[in-house]
Nanobody, 129 residues
Framework: QVNVSESGGGSAQVGGSLRLSCVVS????????VGWFREYPGQQRTGVVV???????TYADSVKGRFSVSKDDAKSTLDLQMNNLEFDDTAMYYC???????????????????????WGTGTQVTVSS
């Protein structure tokens, strides 16, 4: 059984920074795709960044240059550093892990490939002026 959990959400001002952390079961972390997704109220979940088991990383266009991930195999964590936050970054953020390979924009879609993923319970990020 794969376990996924997130931490680190909270509030920040426009232009500020937050760091989210995702912990995945150790035995799965090195073999699975791990991704960060976000969900706006009433909308479908969308990918922020996905990281292939081989390390290939795909970012959504909306966060390129502002967000970055760091993968720590020893700790089984995928941290999301969010800089220069914007109002539109306000959302519930989820981490997910699924077996397979995932490199390219197609894998930023929460359905299909991620249908059988293990998801965390989410962490709220709120950006205000």
């Amino acid at each position: 059984q794969v376990n996924v959990s997130e931490s680190g959400g909270g509030s920040a001002q426009v232009g500020g920074s937050l760091r989210l952390s995702c912990v995945v079961s150790k035995d799965a972390f090195r073999r699975f795709c791990v991704g960060w997704f976000r969900e706006y109220p009433g909308q479908q979940r969308t990918g922020v960044v996905v990281v292939d088991s081989a390390g290939g990383t795909t970012y959504a266009d909306s966060v390129k240059g502002r967000f970055s991930v760091s993968k720590d195999d020893a700790k089984s964590t995928l941290d999301l550093q969010m800089n220069n936050l914007e109002f539109d970054d306000t959302a519930m953020y989820y981490c997910a892990a699924v077996r397979g390979r995932c490199f390219g924009p197609y894998f930023l879609q929460a359905g299909n490939f991620w249908h059988d993923a293990t998801w965390g319970t989410g962490t709220q990020v709120t950006v205000s002026s």
